[in-house]
């Protein structure tokens, strides 16, 4: 949106991050225009994070590039001096401060006080009106950060960020923990931003998202940017093609799963109700043993609950369930959803699934040690050989299985978790939003993996709320609304249109 005649509110030049011998990025050109919104898009590891970094002041470039604000040059040695150029971040690992309350914590260094006292009725008062006026729900503003899920974390982050008056507002991954309705509402207040003059820069893998709310898309491809294109005159096939370097290959048909009215039933959910909030209202439901099944809802649906009851993270849920002809009671921790043969891979892996100062060998293998150990004593061998193994059948990219995992992108992060599940043999496998924050390549090589799991004998239970992923990857799709299972989407009527119908409640 900017020409020769008008001064971009942001103006990277030759930008470039080079660690030791590895280079990150390499001469990076852009500009973002008063009141534009850029979508930055590109695999797990091709730059956009650090990209955002260091327009924020998190990271420092190398030296040969130059930045400029409405056409004024900076340079920023920390966050705070971005700051104060009036540079937001909202960063995919939230930044929040877990035993203070939810308005402390959207208020936090913005206290305001009077002759010197502060009192909290002050500050839940200014974040409420902080949350207003960007048009977000909070709840109750008092409840520590500790008790709110990620997406409600999420959206902390989001008004803490957007209510500092920035005039370009960066945003890493806003939506991945969001549903349609809160994304929504998210990209109407970002157009609102547009219109009072304030730049936007988003990382998605969301595509819906790029021809939805955004003017242009900036491609990056292995640290260097290989597209920008104004978003109504491209495709999404023409951005797989730039993201990727190549077409996308067609999906993998593997066997379809058994369809008969006769196939037998490999796990028998049955009438499981949990009170409160978010709730279940007997829920009731089966997968054939080589099925990828879907549950489908917004936040607080009540469909995350499924996902954690199998897992043993959910002990208030009452119920029982069938696994291949065995009635038994739902797992009341993680120990025993093993023990029942249920692999769980949670939706956090960075707070749940993985230890990322630990390195990729470790995390690989951590549920499995007992076998790899004689007598208390673990053979180290048998230890790398089945991590190497791992690594290479899930495709993990690496540069050392002693490496740190915190070290690697989202979408090799993702892979290991899953992998680490995997490699428990299990029985039953329970995916709670699989494909959060992993890009596009990623997404179609773990659906891969996860068909050829189900294939193979062990049937495969997704918990989503990414409505294009319970759509594609799915052979079944039960939708839950306000904690009831309101609908199930097969064959051609499996769509995103009905299952947003189903999951809202729309009758029309």
């Not at 004593?377 to 991590?387: D, M, P």
Request: proline content about 4%; aromatic content about 4%.
């Amino acid at each position: 949106m900017t020409d020769g005649m008008t001064t971009p509110l942001l103006r990277l030049r030759n930008i470039g991050k080079t660690y030791g011998f590895t280079t990150v990025l390499t001469g990076i050109d852009l500009d973002l225009a008063v009141g534009e919104t850029i979508a930055l898009l590109g695999e797990n590891g091709a730059g956009k994070s650090t990209l955002s970094k260091i327009i924020t002041g998190v990271v420092q470039p190398d030296h040969d590039g130059e930045m400029q604000i409405a056409g004024v040059a900076v340079a920023f040695h920390a966050p705070r001096d971005a700051l104060a150029k009036g540079i937001a971040l909202i960063p995919q690992e939230l930044a929040y401060v877990p035993a203070m309350s939810v308005a402390d914590n959207i208020m936090l260094n913005r206290w305001q006080s009077t002759a010197g006292f502060l009192t909290a009725g002050r500050v839940k008062a200014a974040a409420l009106e902080a949350a207003q006026k960007v048009g977000i729900d909070l709840g109750d503003l008092s409840r520590p950060m500790t008790r709110l899920r990620l997406a409600e974390r999420q959206l902390v982050e989001i008004v803490k960020a957007i209510t500092r008056d920035a005039r370009i507002i960066v945003l890493d991954e806003p939506t991945a923990a969001l549903s349609q309705d809160e994304s929504r509402r998210l990209f109407a207040i970002v157009e609102r931003l547009n219109r009072d003059g304030v730049g936007i820069i988003y990382v998605s893998h969301r595509m819906d998202e790029v021809y939805d709310f955004s003017h242009r898309v900036v491609v990056l491809r292995n640290g260097r940017k290989v597209a920008d294109l104004v978003t109504q005159e491209t495709t999404h096939a023409q951005l797989i093609v730039h993201m990727l370097g190549h077409d996308r290959a067609p999906r993998v048909g593997a066997a379809p799963p058994s369809t008969a009215a006769d196939a037998p039933i490999a796990v028998q959910v049955d009438n499981w109700n949990r009170s409160g909030l978010p709730s279940l209202a007997g829920v009731s439901f089966s997968l054939a043993p080589d099925e990828v099944l879907g549950i489908y809802g917004l936040r607080g649906s009540g469909a995350d609950l499924v996902a954690e009851g199998f897992g043993g993270v959910r002990p208030d849920i009452s119920g029982a369930m069938t696994l291949f002809g065995a009635r038994t009671d739902i797992p009341r921790n993680p120990i025993a959803a093993r023990r029942l043969g249920i692999a769980h891979v949670p939706a956090e892996r960075k707070r749940e699934g993985l230890v990322l100062k630990r390195s990729i060998q470790e995390n690989l293998v951590m549920q499995v040690m007992k076998s790899l150990s004689r007598f208390g004593i673990l053979y180290s061998r048998r230890e790398r050989n089945l991590a190497a193994d791992l690594a290479k059948r899930f495709d993990v990219r690496f540069s050392a299985l002693d490496q740190a995992v915190g070290q690697l992108s989202g979408g090799n992060q993702q892979k290991i978790l899953l992998a680490s599940r995997v490699a428990t043999k299990p029985r039953f496998l329970v995916l709670h939003e699989p494909t959060r924050g992993v890009d596009v390549g990623a997404r179609g090589q773990i659906h891969t993996f996860l068909r050829g799991i189900a294939r193979g004998g062990c049937p495969t239970l997704v918990v989503t709320s990414d409505i294009e992923e319970a759509v594609d990857l799915c052979d079944r799709l039960i939708v839950v609304r306000e904690g009831r299972i309101v609908g199930e989407l097969t064959g051609t009527d499996k769509t995103q249109q009905s299952a947003a119908t189903l999951a809202a409640g729309d009758k029309h």
